[in-house]
């Protein structure tokens, strides 16, 4: 089994900055893509941001230039940086991650999802 343990999240005013972590373990042999979504009230769940193996990393439009992905290989871990929040970034964040087992089976994990609430 693959666990995902997701850290940083909380409430902040607008204009400021929370950076998200989120620690992947158990039988892992391999991590692919790593990502992070998220889930605002009564909307459906929707990617933030995304990050391969090797580095490249892919974003929505609403958080381009304020948000940044990265990852530390060595340690499973994807981080977000998020900076100039804004209200409408409120939502739950969940971090995704996909790769192989030590089995060489194939996974997907969720984390547990942390809150994020910016304030007017």
């Known amino acids: 089994q693959v666990q995902l343990v997701e850290s940083g999240g909380g409430l902040v005013q607008a204009g400021g900055s929370l950076r998200l972590s989120c620690a992947a373990s158990?039988?892992?042999?391999?991590?692919?893509?790593m990502g992070w979504y998220r889930q605002a009230p009564g909307k459906q769940r929707e990617l933030v941001a995304a990050?391969?193996?090797?580095?490249?990393?892919n974003y929505a439009d609403s958080v381009k230039g304020r948000f940044t992905i990265s990852r530390d290989n060595a340690k499973n871990t994807v981080y977000l940086q998020m900076n100039s929040l804004k209200p409408e970034d409120t939502a739950v964040y969940y971090c995704?991650?996909?790769?192989?087992?030590?089995?060489?089976?194939?996974?997907?994990?969720w984390g547990q999802g942390t809150q994020v609430t910016v304030s007017s």
């Open positions: 995704n991650t996909q790769g192989t087992t030590i089995w060489r089976t194939p996974f997907t994990s």
């Open positions: 990050i391969t193996a090797g580095g490249s990393t």
């Open positions: 158990g039988t892992i042999f391999s991590i692919n893509d």
